[in-house]
């Protein structure tokens, strides 16, 4: 193999071998559809936006804890790791002495990189609670806020619904027909959590419509299916989808098409769902018309396929897109009841699967034995919030609110630790993020480049890349275990998360309960011991570490492909009911009805958006994920950057739209609301429907700052102009989805792009 090694990213699995200079990458030759992704690593190792020495910035250096608000060009302190590591040591006890480990937020939310024992959530969740005893921490994801709460109140639990459950197998061979709201975008699926061998969706998505069957693609964007699916687009407004699905459940109703049987003896309260859909309380019918004359859908789609969906196998899919909106929980659960009315749940290719196609992680067999997991300890500290909430907590301490039945209050939060997430990639209202972190003492960031959430933390420890280090790559849903060989020395100065942390452990005299007195190649044999021991325990070949090391990578048998806990409630309602109140499907929860939330009552409920386009935000942006790379990571990469208008984010929006404000392709255009404003260019595209702009996410949030509290980014970050409110009382979940905003052509100076250029640096 000419001297290439395996490795593994998010996006893929790979063989790569290093000159010195640049990466030459190999997809994992198993992969039928490698993803163009990869073409971010072959140029960014030693890029300058790599952080070479651990730095802190001057005014905290200067005047201690407590430097109020950081703005992104503030001047940085190199020093040596035995100099900066005690002063970290000593900060983290400080806050711990004062204020108990109640004090330090170590939500620390994020992807990071794709190995198991680097891990950095892991690692640095283990290491407050090993050496302070525990931190504030978060629950839930921004991925999945609303859905991860309300899936298991009315049907099961979000991992079996979402990944146990209907596979592209069973799509290829059973189902007619596909109603996918938000479709099923290739460059999603792109992407597992612990890496990925086999790309099958396209093929997947080209075999069952050779079979017979159809996609309809509900989604303002036309390419969130590939052409090989042969989907029929049904352009909708964003945030009507629940509207749409009601129609559907309406125009069911009233013929009579629905499932009655299916509704007696799997779930529960369609009575009261049913009189929603007549309006007797509310005196709006939901009807095919009023359906689309919300969403834009034409009647005849809604009446052709509700009769369709009853009579051929047909399957509901949610994207985690529509939930993470304002009232995000409704479209995952009126997708729930759509499916259920249709009576198809638990039948081969048939009934709801959420999220289906979102990652690589779904369609797919589980493994049948587990992967290596590094323990977090324990933590002392029981109040949490839901991740998204993260601002809400800094500047409100103390104050109160709801979240899914209880009564909560936040935390009153000096120090955060951050290692493996960009909040300025993640979070909503990005001005409102940089006043929510002026209110902190000390931020401490665990680093491989200088994103904008290293420039805005007092202290920066440079760690090195997955590249640069040992570790091992798995996922759940894929069925190979890869060793990931070390590609590269670290840059500069850059050490491994775990050396950093057991150095600091070291300094706070509990090294020996965090490193178990293990080094990184003693951790990753002892976490391959439980996979190695259920693959004998299975009569599989079950290699000693060295001899998996020396292989490269592991086969993993599945698990049968049974159609998880759907299936089997539906052979056996009474000995394996659901894990809801009931048992049952609920299409009316009592549960959710008796927390009392006016946005989110007790059955499936329409809301109309809170943010309609009016005159003054005529558009709906839509910032989804990225196609050339995952969230903000190399975003300075070559693929990444072959996507940049004139060095900005690309902005796709109707011709028709664009004309009428005399934006041209390539333009250079100004997004703006009244909460902030990004530049971006322009690319017209009749595949985004009219009304629509779609900024995906993942740009360097790069700013100008006007002053203290108004920055506006040169280079396009959607979240400037995002509105960061929890989906509802019952999940609080992000929102960060769908925005209204006004665009138009930017004809003045361009200011230069500098997101990647490190901040001034000053010996000490
Ligand atoms: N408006 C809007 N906002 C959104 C979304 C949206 O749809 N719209 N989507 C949301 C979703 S679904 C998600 S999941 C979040 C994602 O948000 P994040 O997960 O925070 O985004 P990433 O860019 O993956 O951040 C990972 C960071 O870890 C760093 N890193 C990588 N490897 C290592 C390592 O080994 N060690 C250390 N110390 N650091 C490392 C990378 O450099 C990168 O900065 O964004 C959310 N934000
Ligand atoms: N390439 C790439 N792939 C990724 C990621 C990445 O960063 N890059 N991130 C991964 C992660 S962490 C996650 S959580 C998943 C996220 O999975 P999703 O959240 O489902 O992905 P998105 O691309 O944000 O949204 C999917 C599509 O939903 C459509 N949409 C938006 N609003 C609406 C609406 O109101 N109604 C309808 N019908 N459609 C709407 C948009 O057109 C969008 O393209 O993706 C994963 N895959
Ligand atoms: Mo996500």
């Known amino acids: ?170 799509v290829v061979a059973d189902t007619d027909l596909v109603l996918a709201f938000g479709g099923m975008a290739l460059k999603n699926s792109n992407i597992a959590r612990g890496g990925i061998t086999s790309h099958i969706e396209r093929g997947s998505m080209a075999q069952a419509a050779a079979c017979g069957c159809r996609f309809h693609l509900f989604s303002p964007l036309r390419d969130d299916f590939p052409p090989e699916a042969g989907a029929i687009w049904h352009p909708i407004n964003p945030g009507t989808d629940v509207a749409v699905m009601l129609g559907l459940c309406h125009m069911m109703l009233i013929e009579g098409r629905h499932d009655r049987d299916f509704l007696d003896r799997y779930c529960t309260g369609f009575d009261v769902f049913a009189a929603y859909l007549e309006g007797r309380d509310d005196k709006q019918p939901k009807t095919a018309q009023w359906a689309s004359a919300v969403s834009g859908v034409p009647v005849e789609t809604i009446v052709e396929l509700a009769r369709e969906m009853t009579q051929r196998r047909s399957l509901v899919t949610v994207a985690h897109a529509l939930q993470r909106a304002r009232f995000g929980e409704q479209p995952v659960w009126a997708g729930v009841a759509l499916a259920a009315m249709a009576g198809q749940i638990g039948l081969p290719g048939g009934g709801y699967n959420y999220a289906l196609g979102a990652m690589g992680h779904t369609g797919r067999r589980l493994n049948s034995v587990p992967i290596p997991t590094l323990s977090q300890g324990t933590n002392g500290v029981a ?19 709801q979240f899914d039945g209880r009564d909560m209050t ?14 300025f990639h993640h979070h909503q209202d990005l001005n409102r993020l940089q006043q929510a972190f002026a209110v902190l003492e000390t931020i401490i960031v665990q680093e491989n480049a200088w994103t904008p959430m290293a420039r805005s933390a007092d202290i920066v420890l440079p760690a090195t890349m997955t590249l640069e280090r040992e570790d091992i790559g798995a996922a759940a849903t894929d069925p190979r275990l890869i060793a990931m060989k070390r590609l590269a020395p670290p840059a ?12 600091l452990s070291r300094l706070m005299g509990t090294e020996r309960a965090f490193t178990e007195g293990r080094d990184a190649r003693g951790w990753m044999a002892h976490l391959y011991e439980p996979t190695r021991k259920a693959l004998a325990d299975r009569g599989w070949d079950a290699p000693d570490f060295e001899e998996f090391w020396r292989r490269g990578e592991l086969a993993l048998p599945s698990a049968p492909d049974d159609g998880g806990l759907l299936r089997s409630f539906r052979c056996d309602p009474k000995t394996t009911p659901l894990p809801t109140p009931s048992g049952r499907i609920e299409l009316f929860s009592k549960t959710i009805a008796d927390f009392g939330y006016d946005d989110c009552p007790g059955h499936p409920t329409w809301f109309a958006p809170e943010d309609q386009p009016d005159s003054n935000h005529p558009f709906v942006l839509v910032a989804n994920q990225p196609a050339t790379r995952l969230h903000s990571q190399l975003d300075f990469g070559a693929y990444s950057q072959s996507s940049k208008v004139r060095g900005r984010e690309p902005a796709r929006l109707n011709p028709q739209d664009a004309a009428a404000r005399g934006i041209g392709d390539g333009d250079i255009i100004r997004i703006f609301n009244s909460r902030g404003a990004c530049l971006a260019g322009a690319v017209l595209s009749d595949g985004v429907m009219p009304g629509v702009i779609n900024l995906s996410t993942g740009a360097w949030f790069d700013p100008i700052e006007h002053d203290v509290n108004r920055t506006e980014c040169r280079h396009g970050n959607p979240n400037t102009v995002t509105r960061d409110v929890g989906t509802s009382k019952l999940a609080q979940g992000c929102s960060g989805q769908v925005t209204i905003v006004d665009v138009c052509r930017y004809d003045g100076p361009l200011p230069p792009i500098q997101a990647y250029d490190p901040p001034t640096l000053v010996g000490c």
């Open 492 to 503: 500069g100065a850059a050490r491994d998360d775990y050396e950093i942390f057991s150095e």
């Open 383 to 401: 109040n949490f919030i839901p991740v998204a909430r993260i601002c809400d907590m800094l500047l409100n301490p103390g104050s109160t609110y």
């Open 1 to 170: 193999m000419s001297g290439h090694v395996s490795h593994a990213a998010h996006w893929g699995t790979f063989t790569a071998r290093w000159d010195g200079e640049r990466l030459d990458v190999r997809p994992h030759p198993s992969d039928p559809d490698p993803s163009p992704i990869l073409g971010n690593l072959s140029d960014v190792l030693r890029h300058r936006a790599r952080i070479l020495k651990p730095a802190v910035r001057k005014g905290w250096l200067e005047k201690g804890p407590g430097s109020g608000h950081r703005r992104l060009d503030d001047v940085f302190v190199e020093m040596e790791w035995e100099d900066l590591l005690p002063i970290v040591a000593r900060t983290i006890g400080e806050v711990r002495d004062r204020h108990g480990p109640e004090g330090v937020y170590g939500g620390s939310y994020g992807w990071s990189s794709a190995g198991r024992f680097h891990h950095v959530q892991s690692q640095v969740h283990r290491f407050l609670n090993v050496s302070i005893g525990g931190y504030v921490r978060s629950v839930n994801s921004y991925s999945a806020g609303a859905s991860s709460v309300i899936l298991p109140r009315v049907m099961g639990p979000f991992e079996a619904l979402s990944r146990h459950n209907v596979t592209w197998d069973q």
């Open 410 to 423: 936040y935390p009153d939060i000096h120090l955060v630790y951050w290692a493996g997430g960009n909040p």
